[in-house]
Every structure is written in C-alpha cells, then in structure tokens.
C-alpha cells in the first residue's frame, strides 16, 4: 500500500501545472528531498525480513506449537534497488521539466523586456536629439528669429518622449524573469524527453517485479504443551508466478507507447507549449513587419518633406522643419523598436527551433 501511495505522489507531481513564482533551484531541491525521502523509507521496507510469530498445529490430535521467524522476499530485494532508480529518475525528469517549462514560459516576457530596455535606449538618443533642436530654437526665439509657438510645439514632443519613458521604465518593473537556462528550448524538450522516456522505464521495470517472487522462510518451532525437546529449526522457500505475466507485460509496453502519444499532444506539457511559444513568435513577426511597413512608408513622407526645407530662409519655413524633426524622431523610435522585435523574434527562432 505504501508503494502504490509513492508511486501515485510521482505522478501527481509530475504533471500538475508548475507557478512560476514558485519554481527555481529551492523548489527543486526541496522535491528531489522529499521524492529520495519517500523511496528510501520505502526501499528499507522492502529489504527487511519481516517477522512472523505465532501458533500452529500440525495435525489434528498432535499437541500445539508456538512458531517464530522471519521471511524475505527476493523479488522485495529487487523493488528495494529499482525504487531508489525510479526515484533519482523522477527527480532528473522534475528537473528537466522545470527548465524546459520555465523557458517556454517565460520566453515572451524575457524578449519583451529586452524589446523595452532597447527602447529606453532610443528614447534616450531621441532626447538628446531633441535637446540640441530645441537649444537652437531657444536661442532664435531670444534672438527674436523664431515665435515661442514653435518652441512649444517641441517641449509637446518632449512631454510625449518623457511619458514613453515613464511607461516603458513601469512595463519594465511589472516583468518578473526568473534565472533561465542558458540551454536552447529544444535542448531542454529533449532533455525532458529522455527523462520522461527513463523515468518510465525505470517505472515499468518496478511493475514488472510484481509478477514473480522466490521468498525464504527461515525460524523455529516448539512444542508448547507438553513440552518436547528444544526448539527446531525450519526452513521453507516458496516459488510463485503470475499466470498472467505476460498479458500484464503487453500492457505495460502499450502503456509506454500511450504514455509518449499523450505527452506529445497533451495541451499543458511543454513540447505542446513549444509549438504554441512559436507559433506565437511568427504572429508576433508577421504583425511587427507590417508596421514596419506603415512606418517606413511615413517616414518617406517626411524625409521628402524635409529636403523640401532642408535649408529653412524664412520662420513658417523653420516652423515646419522643426515640427517634421520631431515626427521623425518619434517615428525613428518605432521603426528601431519594430526592428529589434523583428530581429530578435527571429534569432530565438533560429537558436531554439
């Protein structure tokens, strides 16, 4: 009973989703603990003899004896190793597992944040760029070659780029990573893999053990009324088989199979979740490229608008250039911001797929 109740921990534990709050080197130390905890009390079980005492008459009319011993059974010897196996095997699939699922949750949010540290980089040139304008404007507004109005239409920018920042810099705080795995996601869903694969053979092994036994009885035995010469030894070995082994083996080896289907369709596991991370990355490609699009096309506009006042001879004509200089700053931000996400999306893809 209590080797049926372990085995059912590991496979409950292994398949309940995992909280990402929760996970990391702690959590897996603590499960391997607990796991290696569970299989060594239950290997001792099944290596000790167990003591049998009691009473028992032989024939009917012959006097009654008191009977002490203890018995061991070969194939307990056998589940004592194979638990201990199956244990160190469920604690490495534990460990791939958590990696592999740790990754894949975790990977939107680790490009979105480097999306956003990227982006504060390119408000940061755009500030500057916009500082020098509006130090040049300053000075013909003082100088009386440029109204205010132009200087405002520039600190308007500057309001926008200073809350872009402030977003950006709060979307950054709001995104928790945990440490991830230097590996690429597919090393990691072969990892896990392989480690499903030896976790259920070492699981299949300790359930082929319960269909034979050869147990050795050893104790004494003595007359308890009248009593008669000393205690006797005896000794008894006793051979048993499942007629059904066979059968029950067939089933074991489709179970091995159902097992592997299941896990490769199986909507939570994380060789489906792969499939889903990366259909979710080419979406996220195909979108940004068709703003890149939009923003490459506006951008055409005003560079053409640009040469037109290339160099400005009047105050509308400086007005104009200004207002064009910080529309192309802003759109400069999105069209990097597009291509980072591009370029990075891809890369991944390449390294993890």
Not at 11 to 22: N, S, T, Y
Not at 49 to 71: D, H, K, R
Not at 116 to 132: H, M, T, V, Y
Not at 311 to 327: C, E, G, I, M, V
């Amino acid at each position: 009973m209590f080797l049926n109740h372990w085995k059912f921990v590991m496979a409950v534990a292994l398949f309940i989703p995992f909280a990402g709050h929760a996970q990391g080197q702690k959590d897996q130390q603590a499960y391997c603990a607990y796991v290696i905890e569970q299989a060594q009390a239950q290997r001792d079980l099944l290596r000790t003899p167990v003591a049998e005492a009691g009473f028992t008459q032989p024939e009917t009319g012959l006097p009654m004896q008191i009977v002490g011993g203890a018995t061991l059974g070969l194939s307990d010897v056998r589940k004592a190793g194979l638990t201990m196996e199956a244990a160190r095997k469920n604690c490495e699939l534990y460990r791939a597992n958590l990696e592999a699922q740790q990754e894949v949750q975790y990977a939107v949010s680790n490009l979105e944040k480097n999306a956003l540290q990227n982006r504060l980089g390119l408000i940061e040139d755009a500030s500057k760029s916009l500082d020098a304008l509006m130090e040049k404007t300053s000075k013909m507004v003082e100088a009386q070659n440029a109204t205010r109005v132009m200087l405002f239409s520039l600190q308007t920018t500057r309001i926008k780029l200073d809350a872009d920042r402030a977003d950006t810099q709060s979307k950054i705080a709001a995104i928790y990573i945990p440490t991830l795995s230097d590996k690429p996601l597919k090393e990691l869903v072969t990892q896990k893999q392989s480690g499903e694969q030896e976790e259920q053979k070492a699981m299949d092994k300790l359930s082929r053990q319960n269909s034979w036994d050869v147990a050795l009885t050893v104790g004494v035995h003595q007359q308890v009324n009248p009593v008669a010469q000393g205690p006797q030894p005896y000794g008894e070995v006793t051979v048993s088989y499942n007629l059904a082994s066979w059968s029950i083996n067939k089933h074991l080896d489709r179970a091995a199979g159902a097992h592997e289907e299941w896990k490769r369709v199986q909507e939570g596991d994380v060789v489906r979740s792969m499939e889903v991370l990366r259909q979710q990355l080419l979406d996220s490609i195909s979108v940004q490229e068709a703003k890149l699009k939009s923003l490459r096309e506006e951008s055409t506009q005003i560079d053409k608008n640009l040469e037109v006042v290339a160099n400005p001879d009047t105050s509308a004509a400086f007005d104009f250039h200004n207002q064009l200089t910080a529309a192309l700053l802003l759109l400069q931000i999105e069209t990097s911001d597009a291509t980072f996400r591009i370029d990075q999306a891809r890369e991944y893809l390449a390294k993890n797929y």
